[in-house]
């Protein structure tokens, strides 16, 4: 762009451009560094292409869509015309296209349960799946959790169902035609049962040979899925959460006539407005016992855990968002004669953005990655997973919330009017914080049972030394420093972890393991790629973890911070780094 002193503007010149047109996926080397170093090269090959596509499709038709469907959110018909109790909700064309997208053309629900997905002979692995999910919601966030639901649902069914439920809507629930496909919801929640489940109320009877299920569902997202997963108290089980099972219901009976519940009425949510979460009563509905009776806590928390996982990736791919458009603007808006990239506390506020968000993708990557084992049975990956997933889900989704905000920040007034992003941005970012468990939530699941109970502190800490010591090239002053923050973080959590006077530190902890871990693996990603001759500025973003996050610093100190300034002249240029430049850096 030409120097603000040689261009003349005027009116609307002036207003800086966002992301429409911009392709997601070309834009973001560390997502493609990253694909590198997981993926197979014979399954890149086959994946890429899709990829660059939906990164296409998320700044153009994709977010158009997105768009219209947040103004346009869906509506419910309580009667049919004849008055009777038939409800059906209404969704505008942009969110049904949407649905295409996702379900038909991706098949983001299906591919790592059937093979032949873009013509790759068997199911894909895990991180595929979260990668796709990552670049679609750059586009469109609320459309993810049905689809997300959907993915964890067929997993629930594929593992725990009889063969004959299987049989009878495992195919409907795993198609790619829009016409055919069988959506999937979970109703959990009750008025009196959030976090505490063991709270739930709605009642499963057996009658006539059949379970019958009666109550309230309070919070149902994709309320008018054509499958449902829920959680019911038998009739005579003991009380708490050792008595609820689990239940599919169909929305539809083998008659085709509708089951016996009702959507009473939508919720009228802060954001996710394109996607129906209603209140649901159930009213003598027809029920499946999936499992055996009383296991139905276990069985459905698998599928948490996945939603878990799969809302940090959703933060990252909103904090991707956000970076993108903080860059359009810093780079494009101008102000007292230049660019506002210029100016040194935007380029402050620019990293703040930068930061967590490269954290985010580092930890997604790897955790997909990891998920692979675990699913082939490693009890070490397993481990690591039964970590990694909370503490993605309390930091990532944490952070999106003030990310969202410094990016409506940085475009100005226009961030604040509906016409732009950033106010879905924002209202979208907040329900990371609630869905799949509040952040209090996910930092006892962290301290008092991965690392209380399973001991996956260890397994992960012994992970994060040896990536430490297979870095290459890593210079030896940074290479301590980084295995002292990693023994100094695991140390402090375990000490929490054991000591009930101090729950109160549990977010400090988790925090510090979060930004350990990701410490180590922005440095392995950065010098391995530097290594190889390539970009190695992702090793700067691990330096900044643990001078911001990890290390104690005096706010009040006077003088230059020379390292950040240095690295930011790096990160901010979209120009590949060498190692040794990189290096240099570091050593300031």
């Given at each position: 762009?030409?120097?603000a002193?040689?261009?003349t503007?005027?009116?609307?010149?002036?207003v800086?451009?966002d992301?429409?047109?911009?392709?997601?996926?070309?834009?973001?080397k560390?997502l493609?560094?990253g694909?590198a170093?997981?993926?197979p090269e014979?399954?890149r090959?086959?994946?890429?292409a899709q990829?660059?596509r939906?990164g296409?499709?998320?700044?153009?038709?994709l977010?158009?869509?997105?768009?219209?469907a947040?103004?346009h959110?869906?509506?419910?018909?309580?009667?049919?015309?004849?008055?009777?109790?038939q409800?059906t909700?209404?969704?505008h064309?942009?969110?049904k296209?949407?649905?295409?997208?996702?379900?038909g053309?991706?098949?983001i629900?299906r591919m790592?349960h059937?093979?032949?997905?873009f013509g790759?002979?068997?199911?894909?692995?895990?991180?595929?799946?979260?990668?796709?999910q990552?670049?679609?919601?750059q586009?469109?966030?609320?459309?993810m959790?049905?689809?997300?639901?959907?993915?964890?649902?067929?997993?629930?069914?594929?593992n725990?169902?009889s063969?004959e439920?299987?049989d009878?809507y495992?195919?409907r629930m795993?198609?790619?035609?829009?016409?055919?496909?069988?959506?999937?919801?979970?109703?959990?929640?009750?008025?009196?049962?959030?976090s505490?489940?063991g709270?739930?109320e709605?009642m499963?009877?057996?009658?006539?040979?059949?379970w019958?299920i009666?109550?309230?569902k309070?919070?149902?997202?994709?309320s008018d899925a054509?499958t449902?997963?829920?959680l019911a108290?038998?009739?005579?089980?003991?009380a708490?959460?050792?008595?609820?099972?689990?239940?599919l219901?169909?929305?539809?009976?083998?008659d085709g006539?509708?089951?016996?519940y009702r959507?009473?009425?939508l919720?009228?949510k802060?954001?996710?407005?394109?996607?129906?979460s209603?209140?649901?009563?159930?009213?003598?509905?027809?029920g499946?016992?999936?499992?055996e009776?009383g296991?139905g806590?276990r069985?459905?928390?698998?599928t948490v855990?996945l939603?878990?996982l799969?809302?940090?990736?959703?933060?990252?791919?909103?904090?991707?968002?956000?970076?993108?458009?903080s860059?359009?603007?810093?780079?494009n808006r101008?102000?007292?004669g230049?660019?506002?990239i210029?100016?040194?506390?935007l380029r402050?506020q620019?990293?703040?953005i930068m930061?967590?968000?490269?954290?985010?993708?580092?930890?997604?990557?790897?955790t997909?990655?990891?998920?692979?084992?675990?699913?082939r049975?490693?009890?070490e990956a397993e481990?690591?997973?039964?970590?990694?997933?909370?503490?993605?889900k309390?930091?990532?989704?944490?952070?999106?919330?003030p990310?969202?905000t410094?990016a409506m920040e940085?475009?100005?007034?226009n961030?604040?009017i509906e016409?732009?992003?950033?106010?879905?941005?924002?209202?979208?970012?907040?329900?990371?914080?609630?869905?799949?468990?509040?952040?209090?939530i996910n930092?006892?699941?962290v301290?008092?049972?991965?690392i209380?109970r399973?001991?996956?502190?260890e397994t992960?800490?012994?992970c994060l030394q040896d990536?430490?010591e297979?870095t290459?090239?890593l210079?030896?002053?940074?290479?301590?420093?980084?295995q002292?923050?990693v023994?100094r973080?695991?140390?402090?959590a375990?000490s929490?972890s054991?000591d009930p006077?101090?729950e109160?530190?549990?977010?400090?902890?988790?925090n510090?393991?979060y930004h350990a871990t990701t410490?180590?693996?922005l440095?392995?990603?950065g010098a391995t790629e530097g290594?190889r001759?390539?970009?190695?500025?992702?090793?700067l973003?691990?330096?900044l973890?643990?001078?911001h996050?990890?290390?104690?610093?005096d706010?009040l100190?006077s003088?230059?911070?020379?390292?950040?300034k240095a690295?930011a002249?790096?990160?901010?240029?979209?120009?590949?780094?060498t190692?040794?430049?990189?290096?240099?850096t570091?050593?300031?």
């Amino acid at each position: 762009m030409s120097d603000a002193t040689t261009e003349t503007r005027a009116g609307a010149d002036w207003v800086a451009p966002d992301c429409a047109g911009m392709n997601f996926f070309a834009v973001d080397k560390g997502l493609q560094s990253g694909i590198a170093a997981y993926l197979p090269e014979d399954l890149r090959t086959v994946v890429e292409a899709q990829m660059r596509r939906l990164g296409e499709l998320a700044g153009g038709r994709l977010d158009e869509l997105a768009r219209i469907a947040d103004r346009h959110p869906p509506v419910l018909h309580p009667r049919d015309r004849a008055g009777r109790d038939q409800e059906t909700i209404e969704y505008h064309p942009a969110y049904k296209e949407m649905e295409k997208m996702a379900y038909g053309e991706f098949s983001i629900h299906r591919m790592c349960h059937v093979a032949g997905v873009f013509g790759w002979p068997e199911p894909m692995p895990p991180l595929v799946r979260y990668i796709f999910q990552y670049l679609f919601v750059q586009g469109e966030f609320g459309l993810m959790c049905p689809v997300s639901m959907a993915d964890t649902g067929i997993t629930l069914m594929r593992n725990r169902a009889s063969q004959e439920l299987k049989d009878k809507y495992l195919h409907r629930m795993e198609s790619d035609n829009i016409d055919e496909l069988w959506r999937c919801a979970q109703f959990l929640t009750e008025q009196g049962a959030g976090s505490d489940v063991g709270n739930i109320e709605v009642m499963a009877k057996q009658q006539d040979g059949q379970w019958r299920i009666y109550g309230d569902k309070w919070f149902c997202s994709n309320s008018d899925a054509e499958t449902i997963l829920l959680l019911a108290r038998t009739e005579g089980a003991a009380a708490g959460s050792a008595g609820l099972s689990l239940f599919l219901v169909t929305r539809f009976l083998d008659d085709g006539s509708r089951n016996n519940y009702r959507v009473v009425r939508l919720k009228d949510k802060l954001g996710t407005k394109s996607m129906a979460s209603g209140e649901v009563k159930l009213e003598c509905a027809i029920g499946h016992l999936i499992g055996e009776e009383g296991s139905g806590l276990r069985q459905i928390m698998k599928t948490v855990s996945l939603s878990r996982l799969s809302h940090g990736v959703r933060a990252a791919a909103m904090m991707r968002r956000c970076l993108n458009e903080s860059l359009q603007v810093a780079r494009n808006r101008q102000a007292f004669g230049q660019n506002i990239i210029a100016f040194p506390l935007l380029r402050r506020q620019l990293m703040k953005i930068m930061v967590p968000t490269e954290q985010a993708l580092s930890i997604f990557l790897f955790t997909g990655h990891v998920m692979a084992g675990a699913n082939r049975g490693d009890a070490e990956a397993e481990k690591l997973l039964r970590i990694l997933t909370p503490l993605i889900k309390f930091r990532a989704c944490r952070d999106n919330v003030p990310v969202a905000t410094g990016a409506m920040e940085i475009r100005g007034g226009n961030g604040y009017i509906e016409d732009w992003v950033n106010p879905r941005l924002i209202r979208d970012a907040q329900v990371g914080l609630l869905w799949e468990g509040t952040s209090n939530i996910n930092t006892l699941d962290v301290i008092t049972r991965a690392i209380g109970r399973v001991g996956a502190h260890e397994t992960l800490a012994a992970c994060l030394q040896d990536k430490i010591e297979q870095t290459p090239g890593l210079p030896g002053q940074f290479q301590g420093l980084l295995q002292a923050q990693v023994e100094r973080a695991f140390a402090f959590a375990e000490s929490v972890s054991r000591d009930p006077a101090q729950e109160d530190k549990g977010r400090l902890a988790t925090n510090a393991l979060y930004h350990a871990t990701t410490a180590v693996l922005l440095a392995w990603e950065g010098a391995t790629e530097g290594a190889r001759g390539g970009d190695a500025r992702r090793l700067l973003l691990s330096r900044l973890v643990i001078d911001h996050h990890l290390l104690p610093q005096d706010p009040l100190a006077s003088g230059e911070n020379r390292f950040d300034k240095a690295a930011a002249n790096i990160l901010l240029n979209d120009d590949p780094a060498t190692f040794s430049n990189v290096k240099d850096t570091l050593a300031l």
